[in-house]
């Protein structure tokens, strides 16, 4: 009777994974975004659309934690995980929008290569929070966060090649600034998904 | 008898209030340095005074945090929230020391407009940890974090904004890069009142 | 006879100390590479095969965490600490890299002198971590961290400085960004001993 009176446990985990289905979409808008060869204000305004998305999902998760007596993982940890995976999408639609007001067409190859790696990335944190949900598949969690870790290193690697080749191909300074904060944007992206990956295994720990 | 040998479990919300309120007068400093027409030194220098002295609070803060048996709140959390609150004045103290040793006069409008959201932000983060010391008044405290998220936001939009407008007016890199420095550093310190309000909000859950 | 199923619990300590002991040699590659007249090439190479040492005795530790059932220390601490030292490597790594690949030769005097508070920090690192393991000397450990402070705090002034010194010398901006992402990973790698220094002082507050 007194439990009917709390919101039901595993509502976080359905923040976590709409929140994370909602980001892979945004990663693959940005794929789109980096593929086709037209005008890339619509593709920018839905990363957009879809960071406010998430930010809503994010707010009703902190909101629920807070009317929440007994979680099913640690507060901090909910808090924090949420936290982190908001991260991903702002940095993604920062890439949209630096590409949009700066005018930057035609958009670097690396942002496809970027935007691919966001793809699986995000896909893995997908995975990696829903195994969340029962704690089971240790082994499957651990394999996604480990590979989240390789795409983030991968991501390092093509950050430099993209500078790289800015610095070989132009000897623009003003063009050179604007693609790089694009770059890191993008880099930053892969970072935040790899907190999330060492978030998760965080949490696992605590409860395997 | 015994509780006499125990440092006032309520100092380190003194040395939160303390700190808070030194912060907030940097970032006034700052939206003077920005306002007035004369030389930016002494403002600057002022500035860097005040980065002193809350390094100071900070060190007596952990301090007294190794002194202490029993603590108000987690000691990881306290430690943590002293360490983010001490970044944003390391941050204002960064953008006014570029802005002196590049010489970089006249001030652009969008240092005032940054220093309009510190002094609101550290205002919030003030009241933000002066409601930690009953943990009364949530919803308060509660709104004080929203509105600092929501300030970190036009923050991000701001800075947006102020490097377009460099790219607009000028062609000159050096020039892009030094003001770049400095806007970079003012959208980090309101990025590091986000943190701080992030914190308060996860030591609210555990209280609540 | 139960006790001989669980991996010996020292062996956490084991990880960290030999961690640190890597990227001191770490820091001293990168000394050399600032001090010798020679091609760079070599000094790089081996710093990256440092990086990936490191990163293979990070994945142990983590691994043994995962197959640990009492840790002496708090997971969640074990696993930031390890990751947190990691981070140094690389950015030293990073550094060695950008050098490598843009040609920077000559290696500007600024690099020595990281190298030179690297090499010192991250021998205080291995001091702190090392004070870990049995919990003693807790003034010892508490100085070193402080030390690691300090030294954080040079690095920022020296960043500054280094910056400063490019502004002066040349108008070439491509010269400049290039040097600048240089500095930016030699600083961080200072902030990473910092997070390190601040991680093993909370871990320290929760057992003394």
Redesign the interface.
């Known amino acids: 009777m007194f439990r009917a009176l709390l919101p039901r446990e595993t509502s976080f985990f359905d923040f976590f994974e709409h929140h994370a289905q909602v980001t892979v979409e945004g990663a693959r808008e940005l794929l789109a975004l980096a593929t086709e060869t037209g005008p890339i204000e619509p593709r920018a305004r839905r990363i957009k659309e879809i960071e406010h998305e998430n930010d809503v999902i994010t707010h009703q998760c902190?909101d629920a934690?807070?009317r929440t007596f007994i979680t099913p993982i640690d507060?901090?940890d909910i808090?924090?995980l949420i936290?982190r995976m908001d991260d991903v999408i702002d940095l993604v639609d920062?890439a949209a929008?630096?590409m949009r007001?700066?005018e930057l067409t035609p958009i670097r190859p690396e942002v496809k290569e970027f935007a691919e790696i966001l793809v699986q990335a995000t896909q893995l944190v997908e995975k990696a929070v829903h195994g969340l949900r029962n704690m089971k598949g240790?082994a499957a969690i651990?394999a996604a966060c480990i590979e989240i870790n390789r795409l983030e290193n991968d991501g390092?690697a093509l950050f430099?090649r993209a500078?790289?080749a800015l610095?070989r191909e132009t000897?623009d300074?003003?063009f050179?600034?604007?693609w790089?904060?694009v770059f890191v944007d993008l880099e930053a992206a892969t970072d935040r998904c790899e907190d999330v990956a060492?978030l998760v295994?965080?949490i696992?720990?605590?409860h395997?």
């Open positions: 902190v934690l807070h507060r901090h808090h924090r936290s920062g929008d630096r007001l700066y240790e651990k390092d430099r500078v790289l610095f000897n300074a003003i050179v600034i604007k790089k904060e060492n295994e965080g696992l720990l605590e395997a």
